[in-house]
């Protein structure tokens, strides 16, 4: 059975290429995908404290973020700007980061509730890294972490969730 296309591949099939182009596609649009489905994850939380609110402009950051993952993922599925899609992703994650304590300001978030934001740091550590050379990468990789550390240390992060119950009985 030599003439079985299951026996006897033909010479291209033989020389399967696995390059770095082909790593660098797969990588661009697993990490399109996952920012994606960290962002719809993330989307309850986020609904949750701009509906709390009146105050609009708290949309901006979801909707950037989500437009620039979105942007990342058409870009890698063409495979067009594609690093420079990674770093509008990157410096929204990081922008909506700096952002919160402006956001966590507004009247009506509730105290201590997580950002929305906080689901979505990886994926800015990892855009960073696919879209800029090694050094400008590590320092997004410190610089997103960091700023997530400085933030969640605020009075306004930090607040408890809900109040203690007094373990006195009352009179």
Request: proline residues 9%; aromatic residues 8%.
């Given at each position: 059975?030599?003439?079985s296309?299951?026996l006897d591949?033909?010479p291209?099939?033989r020389?399967?290429v696995i390059?770095?182009?082909?790593?660098?596609?797969?990588?661009?649009r697993?990490?399109?995908?996952?920012g994606?489905?960290?962002?719809?994850?993330a989307?309850?939380?986020?609904?949750?404290?701009?509906v709390?609110?009146d105050?609009?402009l708290?949309y901006v950051?979801?909707?950037a973020?989500?437009?620039?993952?979105?942007?990342?993922?058409?870009n890698?599925?063409?495979?067009?700007g594609?690093?420079?899609?990674?770093?509008v992703?990157a410096?929204?994650?990081?922008?909506a980061?700096i952002?919160?304590?402006i956001e966590?300001?507004a009247?009506?978030?509730p105290?201590g509730?997580?950002?929305?934001?906080?689901?979505?740091?990886?994926?800015?550590?990892?855009?960073?890294?696919i879209?800029f050379r090694?050094r400008l990468?590590?320092?997004?990789t410190l610089?997103?972490?960091?700023?997530y550390?400085?933030l969640?240390?605020t009075?306004r992060a930090?607040?408890p969730?809900?109040?203690?119950r007094s373990s006195r009985a009352?009179?």
């Amino acid at each position: 059975m030599s003439g079985s296309p299951f026996l006897d591949p033909s010479p291209a099939a033989r020389q399967a290429v696995i390059n770095r182009a082909l790593v660098d596609r797969v990588i661009a649009r697993s990490a399109a995908g996952v920012g994606l489905v960290s962002a719809v994850q993330a989307l309850p939380l986020a609904i949750e404290q701009i509906v709390s609110t009146d105050n609009l402009l708290l949309y901006v950051p979801y909707a950037a973020v989500m437009a620039s993952l979105l942007l990342a993922l058409v870009n890698s599925i063409f495979g067009r700007g594609v690093r420079l899609a990674y770093a509008v992703v990157a410096w929204a994650v990081l922008g909506a980061l700096i952002l919160w304590p402006i956001e966590a300001s507004a009247p009506g978030i509730p105290a201590g509730s997580d950002p929305w934001i906080y689901y979505l740091c990886t994926v800015g550590t990892g855009s960073a890294a696919i879209a800029f050379r090694p050094r400008l990468a590590f320092a997004l990789t410190l610089a997103v972490p960091i700023a997530y550390g400085v933030l969640r240390v605020t009075p306004r992060a930090r607040a408890p969730r809900s109040r203690p119950r007094s373990s006195r009985a009352p009179t």
